[in-house]
């Protein structure tokens, strides 16, 4: 009877672990932000820069990731009592607070950069010509 629990409650657990690590994988970039800048720098084409653009994306989403987990983290520790004057600095909260704000920084930098390159990428495509009437 036990053998007959065991099984179904191993498979529902490797199930479970193996769910869970797909969504690890999937945050991580594709590129370092090193990298990108790289490819940045030695984009000249159309393709070249919209897959900058598609990258700096990509690390706009880690970095708005890694805010959300931050502010929540930030939320949880702001809802612990307070040392009052025997607390150290920097506290808990204020290590939160700051990693939240870094992230969100960072977000912010990589979506202007991604909407440069979407600007020069669109620059460089060839505008249609229409014929103008002499009215």
Do not use: C
């Amino acid at each position: 009877m036990n053998r007959a629990f065991a099984a179904p409650a191993i498979g529902l657990l490797i199930s479970a672990i193996a769910g869970a690590q797909p969504a690890a994988v999937k945050t991580a970039p594709r590129l370092s932000e090193r990298k990108v800048q790289a490819l940045a720098h030695a984009a000249h084409t159309e393709e070249a820069l919209a897959a900058v653009a598609d990258d700096y994306r990509s690390l706009e989403d880690l970095y708005r990731g890694r805010a959300d987990e931050e502010r929540l983290e930030w939320i949880r520790r702001s809802q612990a009592p307070a040392m009052g004057v025997w607390a150290k600095f920097p506290r808990p909260v204020d290590s939160a607070r700051d990693l939240y704000e870094y992230d969100e920084q960072k977000a912010d930098e990589m979506a202007a950069l991604s909407a440069k390159y979407t600007r020069m990428a669109k620059d460089l495509t060839p505008a249609t010509v229409t014929p103008q009437s002499n009215l």
